[in-house]
């Protein structure tokens, strides 16, 4: 196999076609917006790719299977390029090959083999994921007929959610998924056991509680009960009738949404709940303040994956005046946010909208001793290690790569869309710098 010069949406779309995977899929592969695929897919040889998704291309058709590289010579030799008659349709899914990107989408007739597999911790794609199968028991199981022994006092519910807060926001996955284990089936005797203003305060509780558990399901990769875990966040913060409480869990079903592939309704309904909590609460309090530009930030998310540009950067705006309106970085509400959250989001949306450049340089400007949490300091090496990746500075994505391992190894060993970085690597380094790879692979706990 020959490999591509130039990728134009030709060459692009008969990759896609031959991994067997949805526009939205294959956007999601690559970190680019599902407008911009679908592009490539409806003018073929007449739109030329920019040079970071050039390379991207290059690291997918790099890493294909022989079979894989088989179709893809197969459908450029036929003259195709590989388009559907509806390009936002799923493939067939029998036919549906996983490309170690730590994607679970498309789930089909054995989407919940494939998640009874990840929620079990077996290997996938050369990687073992924390066994969350306790928590997903948790999570769906009925009340116990009995529950005056597990029911906790307020104050002490209170203290354990912090807690497993903390957890969350310090990479401290596997902890957090023990404390949560343990903490679900007390959420129904607690909330049985509390009547009037403490009613109110149990439901908001519980809805923090839910939303770390979406947050932990989405880190590991199982996006399908994240967004159970949204979901019954959303209605106890509508229980707690607290407007602060209901626009943090928006904050989870807008990322739970975007994660499952609904990027425009995720901006959509960030949008909503920030607006709402703007009137119900004249942003009076700090909490409402920095939840307010938490939610924006993630529809600037959305609305980039959906390469909605002007909205990205509309919603970017008003966060950076919330921030300033804050008047500090801090973690009001646990949002950590901040004008420096602001800036760690524009780096993370000018790697979704492709510009690989742009975040190296965005991601210069940040002020890393101002990043208290650990798990916002590694997702900003993170996504610097994409972005050198995509640009072909491949010892500049092992070093940051490093960097996310220091502050928070089990965001490297937790993590399947992590774990693909160090994969690329080892495929597209050579000599001295690819031995640096192996070294740190080794070290992390990629198999590569």
Same mark, same amino acid.
């Given at each position: 196999?020959?490999?591509?010069?130039? =990728?134009?949406?030709?060459?692009?779309?008969?990759?896609?076609?031959?991994?067997?995977?949805?526009?939205?899929?294959?956007?999601?592969?690559?970190? +680019? %917006?599902?407008?911009?695929?679908?592009?490539?897919?409806?003018?073929?040889?007449?739109?030329?790719?920019?040079?970071?998704?050039?390379?991207?291309?290059?690291?997918?058709?790099?890493?294909?299977?022989?079979?894989?590289?088989?179709?893809?010579?197969?459908?450029?030799? @036929?003259?195709?390029?590989?388009?559907?008659?509806?390009?936002?349709?799923?493939?067939?899914?029998? #036919?549906?090959?996983?490309?170690?990107?730590?994607?679970?989408?498309?789930?089909?007739?054995?989407?919940?083999?494939?998640?009874?597999?990840?929620?079990?911790?077996?290997?996938? @794609?050369?990687?073992?994921?924390?066994?969350?199968?306790?928590?997903? &028991?948790?999570?769906?199981?009925? #009340?116990?007929?009995?529950?005056?022994? *597990?029911?906790?006092?307020?104050?002490?519910?209170?203290?354990?959610?912090?807690? $497993?807060?903390?957890?969350?926001?310090?990479?401290?996955?596997?902890?957090?998924?023990?404390?949560?284990?343990?903490?679900?089936?007390?959420?129904?005797? #607690?909330? +049985?056991?509390?009547?009037?203003?403490?009613?109110?305060?149990?439901?908001?509780?519980?809805?923090?509680?839910?939303? $770390?558990?979406?947050?932990?399901?989405?880190?590991?990769?199982?996006?399908?009960?994240?967004?159970? %875990?949204?979901?019954?966040?959303?209605?106890?913060?509508?229980?707690?009738?607290?407007?602060?409480?209901?626009? !943090?869990?928006?904050?989870?079903? #807008?990322?739970?949404?975007?994660?499952?592939?609904?990027?425009?309704? +995720?901006?959509?309904?960030?949008?909503?709940?920030?607006?709402?909590?703007?009137?119900? !609460?004249?942003?009076?309090? !700090?909490?409402?303040?920095?939840?307010?530009?938490?939610?924006?930030?993630?529809?600037?998310?959305?609305?980039?994956?959906?390469? &909605?540009?002007?909205?990205?950067?509309?919603?970017?705006?008003?966060?950076?005046?919330?921030?300033?309106?804050?008047?500090?970085?801090? &973690?009001?509400? =646990?949002?950590?946010?901040? %004008?420096?959250?602001?800036?760690?989001?524009?780096?993370?949306?000018?790697?979704?909208?492709?510009?690989?450049?742009?975040? *190296?340089?965005?991601?210069?400007?940040?002020?890393?001793?101002?990043?208290?949490?650990?798990?916002?300091?590694?997702?900003?090496?993170?996504? $610097?290690?994409?972005?050198?990746?995509? =640009?072909?500075?491949?010892?500049?994505?092992?070093?940051?790569?490093?960097?996310?391992?220091?502050?928070?190894?089990?965001?490297?060993?937790?993590?399947?869309?992590?774990?693909?970085?160090?994969?690329?690597?080892?495929?597209?380094?050579?000599?001295? $710098?690819? &031995?640096?790879?192996?070294?740190?692979?080794?070290?992390?706990? *990629?198999?590569?």
């Amino acid at each position: 196999m020959a490999a591509v010069t130039t =990728w134009t949406g030709r060459e692009a779309n008969a990759l896609r076609q031959s991994l067997r995977m949805s526009v939205t899929g294959f956007a999601e592969h690559l970190g +680019a %917006a599902r407008r911009t695929v679908a592009k490539w897919s409806s003018q073929g040889e007449k739109i030329h790719l920019r040079a970071d998704m050039q390379a991207a291309l290059d690291t997918v058709l790099a890493r294909a299977t022989p079979e894989v590289r088989e179709r893809f010579d197969a459908l450029l030799d @036929s003259g195709t390029n590989g388009a559907l008659a509806n390009p936002t349709a799923p493939t067939d899914p029998a #036919t549906y090959t996983h490309t170690g990107e730590g994607s679970f989408h498309d789930l089909d007739s054995d989407g919940d083999v494939r998640r009874r597999d990840l929620l079990t911790g077996v290997t996938i @794609s050369g990687m073992t994921l924390p066994r969350v199968a306790a928590l997903l &028991n948790a999570l769906v199981a009925p #009340t116990p007929c009995s529950t005056e022994s *597990i029911a906790l006092p307020l104050r002490q519910f209170a203290r354990n959610v912090a807690a $497993v807060k903390i957890d969350y926001q310090a990479c401290r996955y596997e902890q957090a998924l023990a404390s949560l284990v343990a903490m679900l089936p007390a959420l129904e005797p #607690t909330r +049985a056991g509390s009547q009037g203003e403490q009613r109110a305060q149990a439901e908001a509780l519980i809805s923090d509680l839910y939303h $770390v558990v979406g947050s932990v399901l989405l880190k590991v990769g199982d996006k399908g009960m994240a967004l159970v %875990a949204a979901e019954r966040s959303s209605r106890a913060a509508l229980l707690s009738q607290d407007p602060v409480a209901v626009a !943090t869990s928006a904050r989870i079903m #807008t990322h739970a949404l975007m994660s499952n592939g609904h990027s425009n309704q +995720a901006q959509q309904l960030a949008e909503v709940a920030a607006e709402n909590l703007r009137r119900g !609460t004249g942003l009076a309090s !700090t909490d409402a303040v920095a939840v307010y530009g938490a939610l924006l930030l993630r529809g600037a998310i959305a609305a980039a994956r959906d390469d &909605n540009r002007d909205v990205a950067e509309a919603m970017l705006g008003e966060a950076s005046h919330a921030a300033g309106r804050l008047g500090y970085d801090g &973690n009001d509400r =646990w949002t950590g946010f901040g %004008a420096t959250n602001v800036l760690l989001h524009r780096v993370n949306i000018a790697l979704t909208i492709g510009d690989a450049g742009t975040a *190296i340089t965005l991601a210069r400007q940040v002020p890393l001793d101002k990043i208290d949490l650990a798990e916002r300091k590694a997702a900003l090496f993170v996504d $610097v290690a994409r972005a050198y990746t995509r =640009w072909g500075r491949y010892e500049h994505g092992l070093n940051a790569l490093r960097s996310a391992y220091q502050v928070a190894p089990e965001e490297i060993r937790c993590r399947p869309v992590v774990q693909s970085i160090g994969r690329d690597l080892a495929v597209l380094t050579r000599g001295h $710098v690819r &031995n640096a790879v192996i070294d740190f692979a080794r070290e992390a706990g *990629i198999r590569v």
